[in-house]
C-alpha cells in the first residue's frame, strides 16, 4: 500500500485539451510534490506545495499550475497539452522538512496524442 | 549543468552474483543523499538515505552505499541479489541550495534497470 493515492491511473488527451491530476497524500503528511517522469529518465521535480501555497518550483512553463486543499490533497493542472507531456506524473508527500523523506504514490500515465 | 549521473543504465546479472552501481553527483557543498527502487508495476520507495555521520549507510533488503565525498558518489551494493532486486533503482540528491533553504526537493539520476536472471 502507497499510502499516496493519485487519480487517475492512465489518462488519454489530445494536444490543445487541459488535464487535472489528483493526489492524496499519507495520512500525516502536509506536504505534497509532483514530479515528471517521462519514458527513460528519472522523475523531474515540477512543485511543491505546503499550507496551500506553491513553496518551490522546477523548470517547468506557467502551463503547469497546482493547488492544495485544506485537507492537504492536492491537484496538477496542465493547460495547452502538448505531445512532449506525454509522461508519468507522481506525486510524493512528506512532512516538509529535509529530513522527510518522500512518499510517492504509484502515478498518473498521462498520453497526449 | 550541476545534475545526478548513473552510468550504468542496465545491468543483467545472475542470482547470487555482487551488485555495484553507480551514482556521482556535481554539486559542491553538503547534501543529502538517496537511493530509491522502483519494482515493477509499484511506486518509488526508498530504499536507503544519507544526511551526515558514518559514510557507509545500511538501508532495507541487504542494500548498502557508501558515500565519497571526495569523489563525489553514492554507490549503491549488495553483496548477493536475488530475483526479487529485479527492478530500476533511481540515486537523488537534495542540492546545497536547496537543502540550506529547509526544502526536500529531490533531483533524480536517470535510474538503472536491473535484472536479475535465476
Known amino acids: 500500500d502507497a499510502g499516496v493515492t493519485q487519480s487517475p491511473t492512465h489518462l488519454i488527451k489530445t494536444r490543445g485539451q487541459q488535464v487535472t491530476l489528483r493526489c492524496s497524500p499519507k495520512?500525516?503528511?502536509?506536504?505534497v510534490s509532483w514530479y515528471q517522469q517521462a519514458l527513460g529518465q528519472g522523475p523531474q521535480f515540477i512543485f511543491q506545495y505546503y499550507e496551500e501555497e506553491e513553496r518551490q518550483r522546477g523548470n517547468f512553463p506557467d502551463r503547469f499550475s497546482g493547488h492544495q486543499f485544506p485537507n492537504y490533497s492536492s491537484e496538477l493542472n496542465v493547460n495547452a497539452l502538448l505531445l512532449g507531456d506525454s509522461a508519468l506524473y507522481l506525486c510524493?508527500?512528506?512532512?516538509?522538512?529535509?529530513?522527510?523523506?518522500?512518499?510517492f504514490g504509484n502515478g498518473t500515465r498521462l498520453t497526449v496524442t | 549543468a550541476q545534475s545526478v549521473s548513473q552510468h550504468n543504465h542496465h545491468v543483467i546479472l545472475s542470482e547470487a552474483a555482487s551488485l555495484e552501481l553507480g551514482c556521482n553527483y556535481s554539486y559542491g557543498g553538503t547534501v543529502n543523499l538517496f537511493w530509491y527502487v522502483q519494482y515493477p508495476g509499484q511506486h518509488l520507495q526508498l530504499l536507503l538515505k544519507?544526511?551526515?555521520?558514518?559514510?557507509l549507510v545500511k538501508g532495507i533488503k541487504g542494500f548498502e552505499a557508501e558515500f565519497i565525498k571526495s569523489k563525489f558518489s553514492f554507490n549503491l551494493r549488495k553483496p548477493s541479489v536475488q530475483w526479487s532486486d529485479t527492478a530500476e533503482y533511481f540515486c537523488?540528491?537534495?542540492?546545497?541550495?536547496?537543502?540550506?533553504?529547509?526544502?526536500?526537493?529531490?533531483?533524480f539520476g536517470t535510474g538503472t534497470q536491473l535484472k536479475v536472471e535465476l
Open positions: 537523488a540528491v537534495i542540492p546545497p541550495g536547496i537543502l540550506t533553504g529547509g526544502g526536500n526537493k529531490l533531483t
Open positions: 495520512s500525516g503528511h502536509d506536504t
Open positions: 510524493a508527500s512528506s512532512l516538509g522538512g529535509r529530513d522527510s523523506p518522500l512518499h
Open positions: 544519507y544526511f551526515s555521520g558514518d559514510p
